[in-house]
């Protein structure tokens, strides 16, 4: 069973610092896929981040050296600690899972980024 749940956004002033969690019902040890999407008003969802099980990560480029992805398989939970937010990170957050072929998504949490 997948059912995901994010948490951890909110508001936070340029420059600061936010960590959104991604909570499974349900194991995430045989979920090899799972990733942090972010969509803004008026744009298209993007991939923030993504990691596999194995741990091996991927970043888009305009958040490398800021975001860090991470798992905890034994806790069912990914994380995704931002770090030097800037206002252009405002969105809603998803975090998406993949399992045999079946996408998941969870229903987002919001991040603004503003003095």
């Known amino acids: 069973q997948v059912q995901l749940v994010e948490s951890g956004g909110g508001l936070v002033q340029p420059g600061g610092s936010l960590r959104l969690s991604c909570t499974n019902s349900g194991s995430i040890f045989n979920i090899n896929a799972m990733g942090w999407y972010r969509q803004a008003p008026g744009k298209q969802r993007e991939l923030v981040a993504s990691i596999t099980r194995s741990g091996i990560t991927n970043y888009a480029d305009s958040v490398k050296g800021r975001f860090t992805i991470s798992r905890d398989n034994a806790k069912s939970t990914m994380c995704l600690q931002m770090n030097s937010l800037k206002p252009e990170d405002t969105a809603v957050y998803y975090c998406?899972?993949?399992?045999?072929?079946?996408?998941?998504w969870g229903k987002g949490t919001l991040v603004t980024v503003s003095s």
């Open positions: 998406k899972a993949v399992r045999d072929g079946i996408v998941y």
